[in-house]
Structure formats: C-alpha cells, structure tokens
C-alpha cells in the first residue's frame, strides 16, 4: 500500500523572483509506493539546496513536471525491495544523483557518473528501473534525478545510495552526496591536482568552495579563489585559500600576475560562458581548464584552436567530479574526520520544507553556499 509523504513539488518551471511571493515549490502530500525491485525506501533526515535544483525552478534545465525537487541528500534506510540483500533496515545512506546500472559501456569502463541508462532515467524524471513511485491520486509525479529529496520519504535505486558509518551527522553527510562529490571530485579525478601545483576555482558557492577544500587537501601550493561575492571570498580565506580575486574584468590578469603566467588548473564552477572564459584566460600554457558549472543548454564557448594546439591546453568537462561514489564518499569522510576536509563549514544555515522558497531565493541571489532543509526525525 502507499504511504503519505509530505515532499516539495514543482508543477510549473519560469516562476517569476522572488519565488517567497510566487511559491514555485509547493509542499504537497502525495502518495509514495513501496520500492519495487532493487529499490529502497529511505526516511530523508537532510537535504541540500543546490543550483541544479534552481536551474530547474527557474527553467534553465528542462525537466518533465510535475516534480518533486532534491537531489543531495541523507537519510535512513526504512524498506528493501527485492533483490535488495547488502543493506538492512536503519541504516543510514546518502544519495547520490546519477545512478548507474553496472553494465553499460561507461560504467564497464569504470565511469559511473556517465552512465547511459542513468542519464536516460534522470532525463525522464523516472528511477534507474523506468518506475514513477509519487503519485497525487491517480496522477503520476516525477522524480528529480533519482531522489526527489524534498520529501519526508524517497524510495530510489539501491544505486543511487552509498551507505556510510551511522556516527556521521546526517546533517553533514547530506552534502557528500553533490557538493562534495563535485567538487572534491573535479580536483583529484578530472583535474588530477598534484602536490605543488598551483590552482584557481571560479564560483564559490557549495561545490566551489568544495573544489577549494579540495585543491588545499591535495597540497597545492597556491589555491586561489574567484567569485563576486566579498563575503564568499572572505570565507575562502578562512578555509585556506591563499589568495582570493574579485571576479571581473581584470580578474583572469590579476591570476596570471599572482602565479607568474597563470595556473596550472583553473576550476570553473560558475556555470557562466563569461566565467569559464576567464578561466581559460587564467589557466597557463600547457595548462588544464575544468568545468563543472551547468549554465543552460544553448550555451557556446568559442575557442581558439590555435592556442588549444601550439599552447598544448587542455579543456576538460567534470560531471559529479568524475566519481566512483563507492569509492569516492568513504574517501571524502575520513579526510572529513582527519579535519582536512572540513564541510561542515560550508552549511550557511538551516530550514523547515516550509521555507524552501526562501531559501532558493537567497541561493539565487548568491547570500547562501549550502542551506540544508532538516526533517523531523
């Protein structure tokens, strides 16, 4: 039988700001079935406002509705559909937004975070199997991205869950499962930061300041932060940044004089062409350019080829940091608990689901880095 849940619901995309007036995000009860096979049920205890989530709200990615938003998450694990034997009823898990089936071409070359069904699922609003759980009465509700976190209960793909040691606040392990993952992950996979290089990231909000969290853990020697925000950038300095740039016109100059030529790697989390411009601008001659930022889907970069060849750079996309998420998050927590990677510094604040759309209008305005919506538990 289907039980009752209270989850955030978006019906209509292109709402119109401050979304604290048009209430894009409608906190609705709904009807959640039991998970099917290889599937879970999972009590949300955290969730994370996140730009994907925006870049649905506000129309920049398309995505079928209605919806029920949330993508980074944690919670408890309350059901096991079957074929579900290698986890167990309490414990707890974080969620991890492309799911990915084991056997297509990307996941037997050890990609996960590129696999084909996955995509396919998340572009559908379905889970990995092709099942809609959410329903409203007879009408079906779609999933964001495997998880639809907002939500007092989720049932997901067993592989779209990593589980984690239960003495983790859930709190913080909310942010593991995107911020973290994407981040982190764009440093040490895509990029491959070595010891003694010299980084930039531009964009600080979750997963920028993840990535600087990063880039510091991998030992750096100079890690630089870019973004418009003075107070962002301030707090990049107290997570160790050693320097920190005013985004703009002059700021692509401003790197290359700190680092005698440009950087080694340059990190774009912006999700703006004009920010991954100046990163190519900051990065040095040989050097590689990242980008993990999503602007939306009709944007171009134009680039000089010439440099591309004579100049030997590279211009690489990172999606969920390049992750193995069995791997990675472990990884990611015990540097968490070795103090070098400490997250929890990137929570701006706390909300009820009640608040949500205020919550999104200040990520929108760039006043927040993570706010996470806490659940009874």
Known sequence: ???????????HRGAALPYADSRPLVIE????????????????AAAGLCHSDLSV??????????????????????ALGPDVDDLAVGDHVVMVFMPSCGHCLPCAEGRPALCAPGAAANGAGTLLGGGLRLHDGEAAVHHHLGCSAFASHAVVSRRSLVKIDADLPLEEAALFGCAVLTGVGAVVNTAKVQAGQTVAVIGLGGVGLAAVLGAIAAGAAQVIAVDLSPDKLALARDLGATATVLAGPDAAAEVRALTDGGCDVVLEMAGAIRALESAVAMTRRGGTTVTAGLPPPDATLPVNVVALVAEERTLKGSYIGTCVPTRDIPRYVALYRAGRLPIDRLVSGY???????????????????????????
């Open 57 to 78: 709200i506000n129309g920049d990615r398309a995505r079928p509705v209605p919806m029920a938003l949330g993508h980074e998450a944690a919670g408890v694990v309350e």
């Open 29 to 44: 009860t709904l009807d959640l079935d039991p998970p099917g096979k290889g599937e879970v049920l999972v009590r949300i």
């Open 1 to 11: 039988m289907p039980m009752k849940i209270e989850a955030a619901v978006l019906r």
């Open 351 to 377: 909300l009820t689901l009640d608040r949500i759309n205020e919550g999104f209008d200040a990520l929108h305005a760039g006043t927040a880095v993570r706010q996470i919506v806490r659940f009874p538990q």
